[in-house]
């Protein structure tokens, strides 16, 4: 499909398009749309690192040279340099013009990304400790300070484990996104009490952001479809009707 078949097709402005196309990871290459596998995001988004890491180029947060930076990507990994540009929009900001362009890296997106990968390409739930080294890996050592759990909210179910391979209590971390979910307000909340017929209002807040637009609107739609209870760690939500 084209730009120009979508705008026929959706009723929406330019900017509302490419913050839909963004959202979805979308290509615009010539006019044509294409879809970037989230696979081959996650591939792209390690290498961008190592090439920042092993080239010499400036450490964000200081800002980047962006032609140097895709010039320095297709020469190692032949990424297109289309495609890079695309990321460096998507994960950061540009500013300047033609060769003198520099990129201000969003290193918590970034990350975050990669960590939402690995999650997802796992096909049993994994424990949290065995999952963080994975991810450090794939960053690398310059960038493992940026790493954080909270980066995955909404992309992932964690499961309490007492004692694990490394000798002390942990979590199993399942992947769960959240952008996989109905977005009609009774559905999503049927479908997150048959993942769990038990959850912790924080946990569930988590789920309800995009289809809610504030707080006070969270609280009013969990008053709908919740019964909470307080227990010793905390309040937990359950349905209020059988599902």
Do not use: C
């Amino acid at each position: 499909m084209t730009l120009d078949e979508l705008r026929n097709i959706v009723q929406a402005s330019d900017s509302e398009l490419e913050e839909g196309l963004r959202k979805a990871r979308i290509l615009n290459l010539g006019g044509t749309l294409r879809p970037l596998p989230m696979s081959s995001l996650t591939e792209i988004l390690v290498t961008l690192l190592l090439t920042i890491a092993s080239t010499g180029l400036p450490r964000p947060p200081k800002p980047i040279p962006l032609v140097k930076l895709v010039q320095n990507i297709e020469d190692e990994f032949q990424v297109n340099p289309d495609v890079m540009e695309h990321i460096a929009i998507w994960y950061g900001t540009i500013s300047g013009e033609g060769d003198k362009r520099m990129w201000d890296a969003d290193m918590k997106a970034i990350i975050g990304e990669i960590g939402v990968g690995i999650l997802r390409r796992a096909e049993d739930p994994v424990e949290e400790v065995e999952f963080v080294e994975r991810w450090k890996e794939q960053v690398g050592d310059m960038f493992t300070e940026h790493i954080d759990i909270t980066l995955l909210d909404g992309n992932y179910l964690s499961t309490p484990i007492p004692h694990t391979g490394y000798g002390e209590s942990s979590n199993t971390l399942l992947y769960y996104p959240r952008s996989s979910l109905p977005t009609d307000a009774a559905q999503r909340f049927q479908a997150l009490f048959l993942t769990r017929p038990k959850w912790k209002t924080e946990d569930m807040a988590i789920y309800l952001e995009d289809i809610a637009v504030d707080k006070k609107e969270r609280d009013r739609l969990m008053l709908k479809y919740t019964r909470q209870i307080t227990e010793a760690d905390g309040i937990w939500a359950t349905a209020r009707v059988r599902y």
